[in-house]
């Protein structure tokens, strides 16, 4: 028994994820999913020794979040196979309660039918709602960055009318929103400023015929476009995962966000910031208010984690011990 | 300039509050928003002042959800025309970033033809949302204490497709959730478990046609009977702000819902866990995790809060000199 729930040697396994070793990913994975002191010291240390560079600068973290009941498995089924021809490695976190990867009526079924289409070389990793930073669990960040390490891209499936309050659009490189055609209560929250607006927009079952080109026309009415040439210009797509239509130029829609960002030197600052609010988010779900104002207030807190680069248990450790030294027991 | 900024006797104003005085409420809510000291002390005493018994046992606290454009604040008006024919008084919470009555591209216009409707006996207070609190405001629930002593009904306005953690549920007697005709959104929610269950469900704008009648069928079967005979059986009703078609109706399931609760013995305890659930909720934004551990952890906190019955601002702060006072300067 020892040995079976022995835990890994955190700097070994670093390296085997960086070798795109799926059952090295995985352990690594539920190595940052176990709460036991010994066990977050390892995770701390696995962290650590992710290789820097492809953490800050290579792959692509991608968000596809939309309605339960629009599509978004069999859009990502559709969308692996595009990314596995062109000679990409592909991993999928799937945080959405509604899925039938993570969970629900459908599981059996659905996985037999998406299996039908990803090949062996697809890592899938479900991940249940805990009700924790909004619906998203605190470990999605953490775990992106050692499927980062291990593939080009991975794709962060969550559900959702994009609500900001539990939003993917602060963990991932680019947002994609999927909505169905007729789906009046979507285009309304983008409207009404609920919603915060994707890097792209689909509009999946375009096979549906005028609906989803109704849709489409106004989900491109409420768009506004960039007010400088140098900005992004949110390109809004139809699709369908039925026949395939619309699926590599959504694959370039998605490339061409990761292209932006590059060009513009935005990578690894994007992802440095989504890191530090990461950790602030952690401090205050723990601390509070009151905690973050202890240890400086937000604006600062915020960009003294982004100069510090390091690693995110590390960073969160040492602000979690400062302020816990502050409590008379 | 002194007199014009002084602040008011909460004990006197809270007497005018319970007299109906439509300035008084107005003033009450500005001292509930003021983040002053000073301003602060006499908050808590205006709270400790209202009638309990009114705050406990009577009126009727309704939450009116739905997405942005399903016509909320039209059938606001219509719902407002019944309840004053029926005699009774009404104050309304708008806590609706895209509403017309807290704020929008369509305020003027809207307010003008809602005025049309709203006779002068009806109070209408807006609230920008502003991001705490999963979008509602920490306000609202002691905004709605100053408006239940004043008024036989409190309706609160807010947004949403009824994510769990932005959701009006927890803060009202009852919850009417209000879909269009085909929102398809809306009803993958409901049965993805996303939404919470509200106690009566309307799809307005009947009079489309077939669409609502089929968004209704739709509605109807998703919801599921009662286990017991002894509960709530949540009514799912179409209705027509326009034509007035089931807005008598609607009215009535409201009701109907408010003489279950009275029957159950159910309306105090309920507003006493609201408002327990209203401090931890604060206690945890100011903090976090680590503090409601301090004081006991959460279950322990949530039953002594209930048995306590005290005044909100009271109850919180005396929680919070607990904490501030075992922390290190």
Not at 315 to 320: S, V
């Amino acid at each position: 028994m020892q040995a079976l729930h022995a835990l890994p040697d955190p700097e070994a396994l670093a390296q085997s994820v960086s070798e795109q070793d799926f059952s090295a990913v995985a352990k690594a994975l539920n190595l940052l999913d176990d709460r036991r002191p010994d066990a977050r010291q390892r995770a701390a240390r696995l962290l650590a020794a992710l290789p820097k560079q492809r953490l800050h600068n290579a792959g692509h973290l991608v968000g596809l979040t939309g309605p339960p009941g629009v599509g978004k498995s069999s859009l990502t089924a559709a969308l692996v196979r595009v990314w596995r021809k062109r000679g990409l490695t592909v991993g999928i976190l799937a945080v959405d309660p509604s899925s039938p990867i993570s969970g629900g009526a459908l599981l059996g079924d659905r996985l037999r039918m998406l299996s039908g289409g990803l090949d062996a070389s697809v890592f899938i990793r479900s991940l249940a709602c805990r009700g924790e930073f909004g619906g998203l669990s605190a470990e999605v960040w953490p775990m992106s960055l050692v499927m980062l390490a291990a593939f080009d891209i991975v794709l962060v499936e969550t559900v959702g009318v994009g609500q900001k309050e539990i939003d993917v659009s602060k963990l991932t490189d680019t947002t994609c929103f999927v909505a169905q055609p007729a789906s009046g209560d979507s285009i309304q929250f983008l409207k009404a400023g609920i919603m915060e607006v994707p890097h792209v927009l689909v509009v999946n079952k375009a096979d549906v015929g005028i609906a989803a080109r109704k849709t489409l026309s106004e989900l491109r009415a409420t768009l506004q476009p960039p007010s400088h040439a140098e900005d992004w210009r949110v390109p809004a797509l139809a699709a369908s995962a039925t026949t395939g239509t619309g699926i590599e130029a959504l694959a370039d829609s998605l490339e061409a966000h990761r292209i932006w960002l590059v060009a513009h030197g935005l990578l690894a600052p994007v992802r440095q910031r989504f890191q530090a609010e990461w950790i602030i988010k952690r401090l205050l779900e723990e601390f509070g208010r009151f905690g973050i104002e202890m240890l400086g207030g937000q604006p600062r807190l915020l960009s003294s984690l982004v100069e510090a680069e390091g690693p995110p248990f590390e960073q969160y450790d040492t602000l979690r011990q400062r302020l816990l030294g502050r409590w008379r027991d």
